[in-house]
């Protein structure tokens, strides 16, 4: 039997508190009933744990402030760590569209000035009745027209290119890191900051990318344009005018920055609600057999309509805000800066004092003032379209914050850092109950053998299963698992996985590789009849491994399952495996898939459920033959036999590891 003796700890450990101290309710301040409690695994630190406590006690600090969304130093710093990651180097594709794009924009900027110049040619001749004029001007305009729009869709060319560039690259980055060893089942599972890794990998990413390549466009274009128009007009009208469009740039710049502040944080819920609102959807896709044989459509309708409520309040608000803001726009960013652009441009004219009135004719002047007039109505509008790219910077500040996050968890969880948020119980119950992420516990990989030695047998949440576990098993000894349920087999195996990490002592085993877990629920992945038996091998991996398909039929033959080739005609046969197979099936293929990796240790989790009693029987058989050594979990009686070893618990902390005698067999039969 093993004991709960006293067990010293080393942990590294950091805990944190954040306490929502108060509320405000019709302008008083309250204090609400429960606190936010915040963990994570930081720096090493000594306790012990006595033989008669059931929860592990941790110190207490204060968590920092929400991360915000909004464009500070802080916004700049986060936007160039995740371009570092979009243009990696200088000489890459990213690089030669962006250049590309910078060259189209200048260019489209000199054809702007061209045709302001021309146009108002066009008109001077039709005014002064020149037909000569009007027919040179208006053929130059026809010459020019196939390359001003072979410039303007080279432009947006460029811009679609980078925008899917950029989605290639960050996606790919993203899901190296979420996909390297567990870290995606880690995400959802032991860590709580992401709620929906789905929304932020997809959606989130993409309208990244794409605020990110208009942004780009958006401030360069108008910033050469002012820079172009303000040479221009210093040259005709002098530099008081083009001063006093950046002054009032400048001025009201700052004042809408100032007003758009709460963009980046409704974005960022704007996110958060919607991917709510997709996982409640998916949820219901996933469990419908469930929902349905418990008559569960009206509850569901339920939340999902509570769900979507929240987004449509939300996007309510968000859509009068944008409402509110963009008469605020309109009005400053648009047509006052086009009254200040009248009231510069007039000046010079309407100032009969000024040389030009008595060097240029009537005509002279009109076409002066069309060709200025235009010019710093076009400087107006860049200066009008900077102003108005402040929403948009607000705006990407939000999603930056998002990425930022999930690129912040993705690195801390690859590290071995956990940070949980939990609700504890209200202080009035006297007690609390906090979520734990040690990991001080040491994994050894040797070959052929598995062993606990003085290993804390916990949940994430807390709750200690087995206080001290102790047994060893080498190859050729099957274990049979068994106990209530809740009692700990499922967390002993995500321990043996690695999914779940060690609070203390050791344990002994092979590699990853040469572990090999069966559900009772097999997962049937997407592709090729092939692809469920060498799962998940690729068919490169077979052959490089030598297993040809005629071997794979005999796998297919030993679980009875051979018919399925015969039926389908081809190992190339692609069908959606999880329906067309039964639920026997099913384990029969995980099965298959078993003697096709021939893992030194399998663990066997009720995976012959829906199986008959001689398949079954079979199955151990041949997996004694093969050497594979099992820890089995099943309450059938039958299978007593084919084991060496059982480990009982009982689902109250202890345990019995014991040798499998005649006397158990018979007593199990």
Request: proline share 3%.
């Amino acid at each position: 039997m093993g004991t709960a003796a006293p067990l010293s700890l080393s942990l590294s450990l950091s805990l944190s508190l954040s306490l929502r101290l108060s509320r405000k309710h019709g302008g008083r301040q309250q204090v609400p009933d429960s606190e936010e409690l915040r963990w994570s695994w930081r720096y090493p630190t000594r306790f012990i744990l006595p033989a008669a406590e059931t929860k592990i006690r941790w110190t207490e600090q204060k968590v920092g402030k929400k991360e915000r969304a909004a464009v500070d130093k802080l916004f700049f710093i986060r936007i160039s760590r995740i371009l570092r990651v979009m243009v990696p180097r200088f000489f890459s594709k990213e690089t030669w569209y962006l250049f590309l794009i910078a060259v189209m924009l200048v260019t489209r900027t000199y054809c702007d000035v061209w045709m302001i110049q021309n146009g108002t040619m066009i008109e001077s001749a039709i005014i002064g009745r020149s037909t000569k004029g009007f027919k040179k001007y208006l053929f130059n305009f026809i010459t020019a027209m196939p390359v001003i729009a072979l410039v303007n869709n080279f432009l947006k060319l460029g811009l679609n290119e980078l925008k899917l560039c950029f989605r290639v690259r960050l996606t790919k980055h993203l899901y190296d890191e979420y996909l390297k060893g567990y870290t995606y089942y880690k995400m959802g599972n032991l860590d709580n900051r992401i709620a929906n890794a789905d929304q932020l990998l997809t959606q989130d990413v993409e309208k990244f990318c794409n605020s990110v390549v208009d942004l780009y466009s958006n401030l360069s274009k108008p910033l050469l344009d002012i820079g172009l128009y303000i040479f221009k007009l210093t040259t005709a009208i002098g530099a008081q005018g083009p001063a006093t469009m950046m002054a009032y740039l400048l001025i009201s710049g700052l004042f809408l920055t100032r007003l758009r502040r709460p963009i980046g944080k409704m974005t960022v819920s704007e996110q958060k609600y919607e991917g709510e609102y997709r996982y409640v959807n998916s949820r219901l896709i996933t469990n419908s057999e469930e929902i349905a044989f418990y008559n569960g459509n009206v509850r569901e309708k339920q939340t999902i309509h509570s769900t979507f409520r929240k987004l449509v309040d939300h996007l309510h608000n968000f859509i009068f805000f944008r409402f509110s803001m963009g008469m605020v726009d309109s009005v400053i960013a648009k047509y006052f800066a086009t009254v200040v652009g009248y009231l510069v441009v007039s000046r010079p004219f309407l100032d009969l004092s000024h040389p030009r009135h008595l060097t240029s004719s009537h005509a002279e002047l009109l076409e002066d003032y069309y060709q200025s007039g235009r010019m710093l109505l076009r400087m107006s509008q860049a200066l009008g379209r900077i102003v108005l790219a402040g929403r948009e910077m607000t705006r990407l500040s939000g999603f930056t914050t998002r990425i930022t996050e999930l690129m912040k968890v993705l690195k801390e969880l690859n590290s071995g850092k956990y940070e949980r948020t939990m609700v504890s119980q209200s202080e009035k119950d006297g007690s609390e109950k906090l979520t734990l992420i040690p990991g001080s516990g040491r994994i050894i990989n040797v070959d052929n053998i598995i062993k606990f030695d003085h290993t804390p047998l916990a949940t994430p949440n807390g709750d200690i299963l087995i206080r001290d576990l102790c047994f060893e098993v080498k190859s050729g000894a099957n274990v049979l698992v068994c106990g209530p349920n809740g009692c700990g087999k499922s967390s002993l195996f995500r321990v043996l996985g690695e999914l779940w990490p060690l609070f203390g002592g050791s344990l002994t085993k092979p590699e990853r590789g040469k572990l090999f877990y069966v559900p009772q629920r097999p997962y049937m992945t997407l592709g090729s009849l092939r692809d469920q038996v060498i799962y998940p091998d690729t068919h490169e991996d077979q052959r490089k491994k030598g297993i040809s398909d005629q071997v794979l039929k005999e796998y297919l033959d030993n679980v009875q399952l051979g018919h399925i080739l015969e039926r389908e005609g081809s190992w190339d046969m692609v069908q959606d495996w999880m329906d067309v197979l039964s639920g026997g099936e099913k384990q029969r293929m995980a099965m298959a898939r078993l003697f096709y990796h021939k893992p030194q240790f399998a663990i066997l989790d009720e995976c012959t459920s829906a199986v008959s009693v001689d398949v079954e029987d079979y199955i151990y058989s041949h997996c004694r033959k093969v050497g594979i050594t099992l820890f089995t979990v099943s309450h059938r009686k039958s299978l007593w036999k084919h084991h060496e070893y059982y480990l009982h618990m009982d689902g109250r902390g202890n345990y019995e590891f014991k040798l499998i005698t005649p006397e158990t067999v018979e007593f199990g039969s």
